[in-house]
């Protein structure tokens, strides 16, 4: 028994489940059929309900509280209805934010979904380069997200820092990402794509690895080019992971604060004040509780519609 | 048979050309801005600002004997490896049973908590920025390591229950049931056979929260002010009035990576899998 385990739990990536065949949307239930039904499985749920509870569902109903009124001090407030939700729906800057965080997740998706997929082809599969690789390519995740942003402060400036220097100097494009709005845009989005390009290039690595022998053998015979091998078994058999790099690469570039706040904090003016950054203002700086709470409710709701959307459209089409 | 296998799998594998070259050189530029804040944290700061070059003419390890003797720097440091740790553990032991029942059993409002939990890794940390400066404060947690270890469960324990229930559900079921047939009560079962099994995807777990626990600043800096400030705090707040000392920053920046790169090699063959959430 325990030599069989091992195999099974130590299995690179993906071995045992993928043999299971049915293609995975991510339930549960997706991959055994039946299990047996027990209620009693609660009482080990509990404790991440309970924890859950403290971490996410007592602070969102708070946050709901403060939507709804207009507080002057602990003691004294009044109840506004959804007054907070049409003046947040209507401001100005927060729409203007809304767009430049939806423009920025969308050029996010469109250039580090293609790259990712293009350098997991190209990663080594065997040998000792390998774990090399992984490890490269894996490193930039695991930097905190501001030393990220301080490591591109200091790469992109100008004066001291060698990406800025030789697109100045060598090249001969005057670039500043401090004065400049387009060029504060640009380093963000190379940073993004620096900081999580890996991700996406990790997961369609891991699907890459379960596509089975033979289905490479029939490519053979059939004398398919490099291309249409790529194009008909790699890219569908990706399906699944992509859509977890989507979702994934959605939700974070949409709730991006860390790294644009250390590099640009906001600016130029307002060039790259994404919606976490104008929130935390909002909130923590100005301390607006009313319009703060109405903002994070609506921002949390685009999330989960979109990324609901996103979940439904990329697991129905492929049945 | 073996062999034929062998060699299909061989050709199977076969990448154009270039595609090699491509690679690496991806790995190369992806370093470079790394290896260019290494290069600076071992300059002294007149010699960054004065003069560009390309290697650095003068080395010095003044940069990280500041760090290692100004007790800000390196209690912010320690104080992020104690929260992050303690997260990862209490992470954990909350999720794994959680992990073993959406993976073994059937029960009411099963499906529906499984994704409710995941919307939670989707809410963006600035929307409970207020909450928690209030609550922790209020119940006697703000500015406490355990404080920090568990605002950070919010994103990690969904996470942890994602990726442990992806791994478990590659293990059959028979095993579970065989155990039982044989006497084995589900507690001695979970804790003696099954743990050990999916011991590697436990060390996955542990090391994706963590990582995220590692590398998230927006919570912990606000629920914190001085005895648990983390390091990425300091960072931020080192920019001072006498300009930013980029030497000391950059050493800071290189000495938070080291703890990611040394754990990264253990899970290196896990680390796509776990990225996957468990479920390639």
């Known amino acids: 028994m325990t030599e069989q385990s091992v195999t099974v739990a130590g299995s690179p990536v993906g071995g045992e489940i993928v043999t299971g065949a049915a293609p995975q949307d991510g339930t549960p239930d997706s991959r055994v059929s039946v299990k047996p039904k027990n209620n009693r499985a609660w009482l080990l749920v509990l404790p991440v309900v309970v924890s859950v509870a403290f971490t996410a569902v007592i602070p969102l109903m708070t946050v709901v509280n403060f939507s709804v009124q207009d507080i002057f001090s602990p003691d004294d407030r009044i109840f506004v209805g959804l007054e907070w939700f049409r003046s947040v729906a209507r401001d100005p800057e927060i729409r203007a934010a809304f767009v430049r965080t939806l423009l920025f997740s969308a050029q996010v998706l469109l250039l580090e979904i293609p790259l990712g997929v293009a350098l997991a082809v190209a990663m080594p599969r065997r040998g000792v380069w390998v774990s090399v690789a992984l490890v490269i390519v894996a490193l930039p995740l695991l930097i905190p997200w501001n030393v990220v942003g301080t490591i ?3 790469f992109a400036r100008a004066d001291i820092g060698l990406g800025g220097w030789t697109i100045n100097n060598v090249l001969g494009i005057d670039f500043n990402y401090t004065l400049d709005s387009t060029d504060a845009w640009i380093t963000v989005l190379i940073m993004d794509i620096w900081h999580w390009t890996p991700l996406v290039a990790l997961l369609a690595y891991a699907g890459l690895r379960s596509i089975p022998d033979p289905y490479f053998q029939a490519a053979q015979i059939d004398g398919a080019s490099a291309w249409s091998t790529f194009r008909h078994i790699q890219l569908p058999r990706l399906r699944g992971v992509l859509t977890i790099a989507i979702l994934l690469r959605f939700m974070d570039s949409f709730m991006i604060y860390t790294e644009p706040f250390v590099v640009t ?16 203002k909002v909130a923590v700086g100005q301390f607006d509780l009313g319009p703060a709470g109405a903002f994070s409710l609506l921002y949390f709701l685009v999330v989960q519609i979109v990324s609901y959307v996103f979940f439904t459209v990329l697991t129905r089409s492929g049945r | 048979m073996a062999e034929e296998q062998v060699a299909v799998a061989r050709r199977a594998g076969r990448q154009l050309p270039w595609a090699r070259a491509v690679f690496w050189l991806y790995a190369a530029t992806l370093m470079l801005p790394l290896l260019w804040m290494f290069g600076m944290s071992i300059r002294p700061n007149e010699d960054i600002l004065g003069s560009f070059s390309l290697i650095p003419q003068r080395t010095t390890l003044d940069n990280y004997r500041t760090f290692f003797t100004d007790p800000v720097w390196y209690s912010s440091y320690l104080n992020s490896i104690i929260y992050t740790s303690l997260n990862a553990v209490m992470s954990l032991i909350v999720a794994l049973p959680a992990a073993y029942a959406f993976s073994r059993f059937r029960f009411a409002g099963d499906k529906h908590l499984f994704f409710w939990l995941l919307t939670n890794r989707m809410a963006p940390p600035a929307v409970f920025l207020l909450p928690f400066f209030q609550i922790y404060q209020s119940v006697g947690l703000f500015d406490t390591h355990l404080g920090v270890a568990i605002a950070h469960m919010l994103f990690n324990v969904p996470l942890a229950v994602w990726i442990l229930e992806g791994f478990m559900s590659g293990i059959p079921r028979e095993i579970d049931e065989t155990a039982a047939i044989d006497g084995y009560s589900l507690p001695r079962f979970f804790l003696r056979i099954f743990l050990p099994m999916i011991r590697s995807a436990v060390g996955v777990t542990a090391f994706f929260c963590f990582m995220f626990s590692w590398v998230e600043l927006l919570i912990a800096r606000t629920i914190t002010s001085v005895d648990a400030k983390p390091i990425a705090a300091t960072m931020t707040r080192t920019v001072s009035a ?16 080291i703890p990611g790169a040394i754990v990264i090699w253990f899970v290196r063959n896990y680390v796509a899998k776990g990225f996957a959430l468990g479920r390639v």
């Open chain 2, 242 to 257: 006498a300009g930013v000392d980029w030497g000391l920053l950059a050493t800071a920046g290189v000495l938070t990576i």
């Open chain 1, 152 to 154: 591109w402060q200091i």
């Open chain 1, 265 to 280: 904090g906001g600016g130029p003016g307002n060039a790259t004040s994404f919606l976490s950054i104008l929130l935390s």
